[in-house]
């Protein structure tokens, strides 16, 4: 069963800045199956990105996902008053999800 | 557009069956896989298990003695059954859709659905 470790547990930023959020894989995980969710109070977790770097429909090109292998990360370019919110990484391997614990995206 | 609806009792006991249907509209539910994923109060996402689209099932390993997923095509609707809960199952319990585009990710999800376990 593959761990995903999220880091930082909470990352405080104004709107405008850089956001990048980590993701590591306790064992390799094919870039296909890594992706990425947007949840806010109250609210279903959103699909944001597949793939480890495809956004998916609807999304603004200010995310985007890279990494490789056991690391991955989000990046959100220049936060938005809307993009404050938790994001979970999640990954689909040997028949089994799982998700990572999350980040926390507030406002400094 | 794809819609899921969680449907269910808000309160178990311990100790008893925790039973919660899923319902799909707007799109069909042949040749996706469906997965339920609960969330405890302030806790993070976890993975409860999945029916593939060929009718086998995949559970997490942590949960798998307790858990069924089965599904009723004519009805559109499948369903999570987990026996012997505990105050720690209480949790908001969502069903989302695979749609087996070689990604393994979920794209559409329900509301979720609240499960108090309380006696």
Known sequence: EIVLTQSPGTLSLSPGERAT???RASQSVDNKYLGWYQQKPGQAPRLLIYGASNRATGIPDRFS?????????????????EDFAVYFCQQYGNSLYSFGRGTNVEVK | QVQMQESGPGLVKPSET???TCTVSGGSIANYHWGWIRQPPEKGLEWI???FHSGSTSYNPSLKSRVSISMDTSKKQFSLKMNSVTSADTAVYYCARDPVDGYGHFD??????????SS
């Open chain 1, 21 to 23: 959020l980590s993701c």
């Open chain 2, 49 to 51: 298990g999945v029916m």
């Open chain 2, 18 to 20: 925790l039973s919660l």
């Open chain 1, 65 to 81: 996902g890279s990494g490789s292998g056991t690391d991955f990360s989000l990046t959100i370019s220049r936060l938005e008053p």
């Open chain 2, 108 to 117: 559409s999800w329900g509301q979720g659905s609240l499960v108090t376990v």
